[in-house]
């Protein structure tokens, strides 16, 4: 199948060959869905810490007399039920969150959300993404020329000057096949594949 290439205007000049076996694959929501969430879940820390009633801060006397107040009973003011208490089933600082997808599910969503792309007109191919200088200023004004304002570049290489100069634009997120994520191909407006990098998804995915 074919994909539009761009030049240095981001007009489509030709068409360019690329594998069916990464970008034409049927839709599959369920399991794009599944790799989103499942990217989401492994990136968390899982470091919050909630107390249960034996850490709370709290005296052990009783609040009041067991008869004749007319409110329920109560031992101590630790109670779950009371403002200040316990969590019942806090959280542990050590909780794991963390959900597996093997390889041949995740190879299959990738190439889904890939073709999809490509079903979308989001992705396009590029003949290679070089700076001259670490200038975030000349990258910005080439993304600008070609009138992209969110974007994701899968360049076959990220040298120390394209690194630097797109660590700051806030939209904009340059990366190797290798660290392509399933998160930020669908978060971004437009994904820009060099040739180069055609071969590597190729060899991941297919």
Known sequence: MQVELLNDQGQSSSNVDVPETVFGRDYNEALIHQLVVAYQANARQGTRAQKDRQMV??????????????????????????????????NSPDENFTQKINKKMYR????????????????????????????????????????????????????ENLYL?????????????????PLSLVHYKKVIVTKAAIDQLMEMFA
């Open 165 to 181: 100069a797109s660590r700051n634009l806030p939209n904009v997120l340059v990366v190797e096949p290798r660290y392509a994520d």
């Open 57 to 90: 801060k709290h005296s052990t006397k009783k609040p009041f007399k067991q008869k004749g107040t007319g409110r329920a009973r109560a031992g101590m003011t630790s109670s779950p039920l009371w403002r200040g208490g316990g969590r019942i089933f806090p």
């Open 108 to 159: 299959a969503g990738m190439a889904s959300i890939f073709s999809q792309l490509v079903r979308e007109g989001r992705l396009a191919v590029i003949d290679s993404m070089k700076v001259d200088s670490p200038k975030t200023k000349q990258l910005a004004d080439k993304f600008k020329a070609m009138n992209l304002q969110s974007v994701l570049v899968i360049a076959e290489e990220v040298d």
